[in-house]
Protein backbone atom coordinates (compact mmCIF):
# COMPACT_ATOMS: atom_id res chain seq x y z
CA UNK A 1 0.00 0.00 0.00
CA UNK A 2 2.98 2.67 1.00
CA UNK A 3 4.55 1.49 -2.49
CA UNK A 4 1.18 2.93 -4.39
CA UNK A 5 1.09 5.64 -2.26
CA UNK A 6 4.33 6.48 -3.40
CA UNK A 7 3.65 6.15 -6.82
CA UNK A 8 0.50 8.49 -6.83
CA UNK A 9 2.98 10.65 -4.98
CA UNK A 10 5.66 10.77 -7.81
CA UNK A 11 3.22 11.30 -10.29
CA UNK A 12 1.38 13.91 -8.89
CA UNK A 13 5.18 15.35 -8.19
CA UNK A 14 6.22 14.88 -12.17
CA UNK A 15 3.09 16.56 -12.95
CA UNK A 16 4.05 20.11 -11.17
CA UNK A 17 5.56 22.17 -14.15
CA UNK A 18 6.47 25.38 -12.36
CA UNK A 19 9.58 26.51 -12.20
CA UNK A 20 11.09 26.97 -8.14
CA UNK A 21 12.56 30.10 -7.20
CA UNK A 22 16.29 30.08 -6.55
CA UNK A 23 15.42 29.42 -2.37
CA UNK A 24 13.34 26.87 -2.85
CA UNK A 25 13.07 24.50 0.09
CA UNK A 26 13.76 20.71 -0.73
CA UNK A 27 11.78 19.68 2.32
CA UNK A 28 8.88 20.30 0.79
CA UNK A 29 9.22 17.57 -1.82
CA UNK A 30 9.32 15.18 1.47
CA UNK A 31 6.69 16.90 3.05
CA UNK A 32 4.51 16.27 -0.58
CA UNK A 33 5.70 12.55 -1.12
CA UNK A 34 5.45 11.37 2.62
CA UNK A 35 1.85 13.11 2.88
CA UNK A 36 1.18 10.93 -0.43
CA UNK A 37 2.58 7.83 0.98
CA UNK A 38 0.63 8.68 4.94
CA UNK A 39 3.81 9.30 6.02
CA UNK A 40 5.31 5.81 6.45
CA UNK A 41 7.41 5.23 9.26
CA UNK A 42 11.07 6.35 8.35
CA UNK A 43 13.77 9.28 9.22
CA UNK A 44 12.51 11.53 6.60
CA UNK A 45 8.99 11.28 6.53
CA UNK A 46 9.54 12.01 10.10
CA UNK A 47 11.59 15.01 9.45
CA UNK A 48 9.07 15.95 7.18
CA UNK A 49 6.26 15.99 9.46
CA UNK A 50 8.18 17.68 12.24
CA UNK A 51 8.71 20.48 9.84
CA UNK A 52 4.84 20.45 8.67
CA UNK A 53 4.16 20.45 12.52
CA UNK A 54 6.63 23.54 13.20
CA UNK A 55 5.01 25.86 10.55
CA UNK A 56 1.48 25.58 12.02
CA UNK A 57 2.57 26.29 15.36
CA UNK A 58 5.04 28.97 14.44
CA UNK A 59 4.56 32.69 14.49
CA UNK A 60 3.49 34.00 12.39
CA UNK A 61 1.76 31.08 10.75
CA UNK A 62 3.43 28.92 7.90
CA UNK A 63 1.16 26.90 5.18
CA UNK A 64 2.36 23.16 6.74
CA UNK A 65 2.91 22.23 2.61
CA UNK A 66 4.74 25.12 0.24
CA UNK A 67 4.41 23.07 -2.28
CA UNK A 68 5.37 25.79 -4.93
CA UNK A 69 8.95 25.54 -2.89
CA UNK A 70 9.43 21.82 -4.10
CA UNK A 71 12.17 21.61 -6.92
CA UNK A 72 11.41 18.84 -9.62
CA UNK A 73 15.17 18.02 -9.36
CA UNK A 74 16.21 17.96 -5.43
CA UNK A 75 16.34 14.07 -4.34
CA UNK A 76 17.29 15.53 -0.50
CA UNK A 77 17.24 17.89 1.52
CA UNK A 78 19.07 20.30 4.29
CA UNK A 79 16.84 22.08 5.41
CA UNK A 80 14.41 21.54 8.51
CA UNK A 81 14.69 20.39 12.16
CA UNK A 82 16.28 16.87 13.43
CA UNK A 83 13.76 16.84 16.09
CA UNK A 84 10.64 14.66 16.14
CA UNK A 85 7.56 15.56 16.70
CA UNK A 86 7.23 15.05 20.53
CA UNK A 87 9.52 17.27 20.99
CA UNK A 88 7.55 19.47 19.29
CA UNK A 89 4.95 18.98 20.86
CA UNK A 90 7.04 19.29 24.55
CA UNK A 91 8.38 22.52 23.61
CA UNK A 92 7.95 25.90 25.01
CA UNK A 93 7.21 27.87 22.09
CA UNK A 94 3.44 27.44 21.62
CA UNK A 95 2.17 30.38 23.45
CA UNK A 96 0.09 31.67 20.76
CA UNK A 97 -3.25 32.39 21.38
CA UNK A 98 -4.83 32.84 18.24
CA UNK A 99 -8.17 34.54 17.87
CA UNK A 100 -10.20 32.26 15.07
CA UNK A 101 -13.36 33.97 15.41
CA UNK A 102 -14.21 35.85 12.02
CA UNK A 103 -10.58 34.89 10.36
CA UNK A 104 -11.05 35.12 5.91
CA UNK A 105 -8.10 34.88 4.88
CA UNK A 106 -5.90 34.62 2.28
CA UNK A 107 -2.08 32.95 3.31
CA UNK A 108 -0.01 32.36 0.21
CA UNK A 109 -0.84 30.96 -2.92
CA UNK A 110 1.08 29.93 -6.35
CA UNK A 111 -1.09 30.02 -8.93
CA UNK A 112 -0.49 26.35 -9.56
CA UNK A 113 -3.25 24.38 -11.12
CA UNK A 114 -4.41 21.38 -8.42
CA UNK A 115 -7.91 21.00 -9.97
CA UNK A 116 -6.89 17.08 -11.01
CA UNK A 117 -7.91 14.51 -8.99
CA UNK A 118 -4.36 12.98 -8.41
CA UNK A 119 -4.25 16.21 -6.12
CA UNK A 120 -6.80 14.94 -4.06
CA UNK A 121 -4.95 14.48 -1.37
CA UNK A 122 -3.05 18.01 -1.35
CA UNK A 123 -6.69 19.34 -1.28
CA UNK A 124 -7.41 16.82 1.45
CA UNK A 125 -4.86 18.39 3.87
CA UNK A 126 -6.65 21.08 6.79
CA UNK A 127 -5.53 23.20 9.71
CA UNK A 128 -7.56 23.82 12.56
CA UNK A 129 -7.80 26.14 15.05
CA UNK A 130 -10.27 25.40 18.02
CA UNK A 131 -10.53 27.66 21.29
CA UNK A 132 -13.95 26.09 22.92
CA UNK A 133 -15.42 27.30 26.52
CA UNK A 134 -18.65 26.63 28.13
CA UNK A 135 -19.93 26.90 31.27
CA UNK A 136 -23.64 27.67 33.00
CA UNK A 137 -24.74 31.36 33.13
CA UNK A 138 -26.11 32.96 36.07
CA UNK A 139 -29.32 32.86 34.33
CA UNK A 140 -29.21 29.45 33.86
CA UNK A 141 -28.49 28.48 30.53
CA UNK A 142 -25.42 27.13 29.41
CA UNK A 143 -22.98 29.61 27.25
CA UNK A 144 -21.05 27.65 24.43
CA UNK A 145 -18.36 30.10 22.80
CA UNK A 146 -16.93 27.84 19.80
CA UNK A 147 -13.70 29.67 17.92
CA UNK A 148 -13.05 27.63 15.23
CA UNK A 149 -11.04 28.42 12.06
CA UNK A 150 -9.88 26.22 9.18
CA UNK A 151 -6.97 26.86 6.75
CA UNK A 152 -6.89 24.63 3.73
CA UNK A 153 -5.68 24.62 0.18
CA UNK A 154 -8.35 24.98 -2.90
CA UNK A 155 -7.40 24.15 -6.36
CA UNK A 156 -4.93 26.88 -7.10
CA UNK A 157 -2.63 25.85 -4.24
CA UNK A 158 -3.74 29.12 -2.56
CA UNK A 159 -3.98 28.89 1.62
CA UNK A 160 -6.83 29.67 2.96
CA UNK A 161 -8.59 30.69 6.33
CA UNK A 162 -12.22 30.48 7.01
CA UNK A 163 -14.32 29.97 9.61
CA UNK A 164 -15.46 26.14 11.23
CA UNK A 165 -18.05 24.31 13.08
CA UNK A 166 -17.77 22.14 15.83
CA UNK A 167 -18.97 19.78 13.08
CA UNK A 168 -15.67 19.95 11.35
CA UNK A 169 -13.48 19.11 14.28
CA UNK A 170 -12.15 15.35 13.68
CA UNK A 171 -13.58 12.42 15.43
CA UNK A 172 -9.49 11.39 16.26
CA UNK A 173 -9.49 15.31 18.71
CA UNK A 174 -9.27 14.86 22.07
CA UNK A 175 -12.06 17.71 22.42
CA UNK A 176 -14.74 16.15 24.38
CA UNK A 177 -16.81 19.03 26.01
CA UNK A 178 -19.54 15.95 27.06
CA UNK A 179 -23.27 16.09 27.86
CA UNK A 180 -25.04 18.82 29.76
CA UNK A 181 -22.46 22.18 30.26
CA UNK A 182 -19.74 21.53 33.13
CA UNK A 183 -17.47 23.76 33.18
CA UNK A 184 -15.22 23.07 29.85
CA UNK A 185 -12.53 24.54 27.71
CA UNK A 186 -10.43 23.19 25.31
CA UNK A 187 -7.68 25.19 23.03
CA UNK A 188 -5.50 23.14 20.22
CA UNK A 189 -4.53 23.32 16.95
CA UNK A 190 -4.78 20.02 14.42
CA UNK A 191 -4.14 19.11 11.46
CA UNK A 192 -5.34 16.09 8.99
CA UNK A 193 -5.31 14.53 5.75
CA UNK A 194 -5.85 11.84 3.47
CA UNK A 195 -2.83 10.03 1.34
CA UNK A 196 -3.28 8.80 -1.96
CA UNK A 197 -5.37 5.94 -0.86
CA UNK A 198 -7.70 7.64 0.96
CA UNK A 199 -6.31 6.53 4.36
CA UNK A 200 -6.67 9.29 7.08
CA UNK A 201 -3.66 10.99 9.60
CA UNK A 202 -4.22 13.30 12.15
CA UNK A 203 -2.11 15.39 14.65
CA UNK A 204 -2.79 17.86 17.32
CA UNK A 205 -1.76 19.89 19.90
CA UNK A 206 -3.27 21.34 22.89
CA UNK A 207 -1.91 24.40 24.44
Known sequence: MIRRSLAGALTAL???????????????CAILLCLAGGFPPSEPCLRAKA???????????????QIWNCPLQASSWSDGPETGVNEIRSGTTI????????????????????????YAFLRSLRVIRLQYRQQMGTDGFCAREPRI???????????????????????TSDFRPGPGCRPYAYRSIMIDWQDVSGNPGFEEVRY
Open 95 to 118: GWHPDPSGIVERVAGSGMDLSGPE
Open 51 to 65: VMMQRILSIPFQPPL
Open 14 to 28: AALTCAPPASAYPVD
Open 149 to 171: AIGRYDRRADFHWGPGRTGDIPR
